[in-house]
């Protein structure tokens, strides 16, 4: 009898070695699934994390908003009620975030100088937008020392929660006030606008009216067109005045502490002990024989008119379509029939002049626009100002052009559309002032 060996120990073979396979095979799909379920807790957990840094981030900068238009009224004389649960978080950071988490607690001081947005009804009203509404606990709060505001906002979701940080500064304001009167007959116009019907409607201008674009302060009286006025549409970063006209408890404005005599005495007491620490030059007084001092850096130049009987005194800037943006900057100093050109310089130029002075042509003109390139401070003494043309830094002179939509040919058109004012006015507080007039 014949038996085929070969073939029984093939069939014999097989069977384990496809259970083997099989035993393999199902621990590796096990174990893939297990892989594939902490792979998705993972990514579950990244997301929310994501989502938390993202809305905290733009909570920081609804809170920035708020901080822009309500700055000079806002009273930080809170405390946080979430500060421990704030810095216990904080202080559990390692690395470089714990560092920089620390040196926020060292600048922000002990729990004080809080305005919590929570009570700021328009803050409030932000949050209960949808956007926010899977968060059952957000908010922020800034806090206000030494001249900084330090913002922090929060947000938590399913147990977990995170923090941002923004830092504010009113320091670009502070240094020039963009208006600062005693009392001026002015009555002040807010813009009007309208929102016509229609898809994808631009929010128009209608008529004329006034917009400062900086603090102002008035320490007087401030009139305004009528009780309807909405300040801050005025007054941009608000307004120190006070008393406003006629009267209304809808002003949101800040009363002055101090009596105009005092605040314009410190003023002027500071303004004369800066002149004083200038290097004064030979006086110029445009006498046929005398000769421009040569300007340097810290110097002062004194101008005095050669007649007491006429103290008028001129400066014209160039007209802005008629000097390139890339030009060197100058103006002309008349006097009577006499005229100097001052040419720009990498530095601050500084004239006191005795008498009064015009700006401009004799003769005002509204479409006339004058190109103010270089870095200028004028100082009036026992005289008057007047200014007859409209005045544009130069090197702000593209995004006027682009707001006028002129290209760059005349610039006597108005801005119709408020989105295209509000983005030149941001442009134009964001600029590094290379040049300036004050």
């Not at 809170?63 to 009273?75: H, Y």
């Not at 328009?122 to 908010?139: P, S, V, W």
Request: charged share 20%; glycine share 8%.
């Amino acid at each position: 009898m014949f038996t085929d060996m070969t073939r029984t120990r093939n069939r014999g073979f097989i069977l384990p070695v496809a259970l083997i396979l099989m035993a393999f095979a199902t621990t590796v799909l096990v174990t893939a699934g297990i892989m594939v379920q902490r792979t998705s807790d993972r990514l579950n957990s990244y997301s929310l994390l994501s989502d938390l840094r993202i809305t905290t981030n733009n909570l920081v900068e609804i809170a920035t908003m708020v901080l822009a238009s309500k700055w000079t009224t806002a009273e930080f004389d809170d405390s946080w009620s979430g500060y421990d649960d704030f810095v216990a978080f904080v202080s559990s950071r390692g690395g470089y975030e714990g560092a920089l988490w620390g040196e926020l607690l060292d600048s922000i001081g002990n729990n004080e100088n809080w305005w919590n947005l929570g009570t700021d009804i328009d803050f409030a009203g932000i949050l209960d937008d949808e956007a926010f509404t899977e968060y059952n606990n957000k908010g922020a709060v800034i806090n206000h020392t030494e001249g900084d505001y330090s913002i922090i906002s929060w947000a938590e979701r399913g147990g977990v929660i995170r923090y941002s940080y923004g830092l504010a500064t009113t320091e670009s304001l502070a240094g020039k006030p963009a208006l600062l009167f005693g009392e001026t007959p002015r009555v002040f116009h807010e813009i009007k606008t309208i929102v016509p019907h229609g898809n994808n409607a631009t929010e128009t201008i209608q008529g004329r009216g006034d917009l400062i674009n900086g603090k102002a302060t008035v320490m007087g009286t401030v009139t305004v067109s009528d009780v309807d006025v909405n300040l801050e549409r005025i007054f941009q970063y608000g307004i120190e005045a006070n008393n406003v006209i006629p009267e209304s408890d809808n002003y949101n404005y800040t009363k002055t502490a101090s009596a105009a005599d005092l605040v314009f005495s410190s003023l002027l007491g500071e303004h004369e002990k800066w002149l004083s620490e200038l290097t004064r030059t030979a006086t110029f007084d445009f006498l046929p024989e005398s000769v421009f001092p040569e300007i340097e850096e810290g110097f002062l130049i004194p101008i005095v008119p050669n007649d007491k009987n006429d103290t008028q005194f001129t400066i014209e800037f160039p007209e802005i379509n008629k000097i390139s943006p890339d030009a060197s900057g100058y103006f002309t100093l008349s006097y009577k029939d006499q005229t100097v050109t001052i040419n720009e310089a990498e530095y601050q130029i500084n004239l006191v002049i005795y008498g009064d002075l015009r700006i401009g042509d004799k003769n005002p003109s509204v479409l006339k626009i004058s190109s103010v390139n270089g870095k200028y401070s004028i100082t009036v003494v026992k005289g008057d100002i007047q200014v007859n043309t409209h005045l544009v830094y130069g090197d702000f002179r593209e995004e006027f052009d682009e707001a006028t939509k002129q290209g760059g040919v005349v610039f006597n058109q108005p801005i119709l559309t408020w989105n295209v004012v509000k983005h030149l006015l941001n442009n134009f507080s964001a600029r590094e002032a290379d040049d300036y007039l004050s």
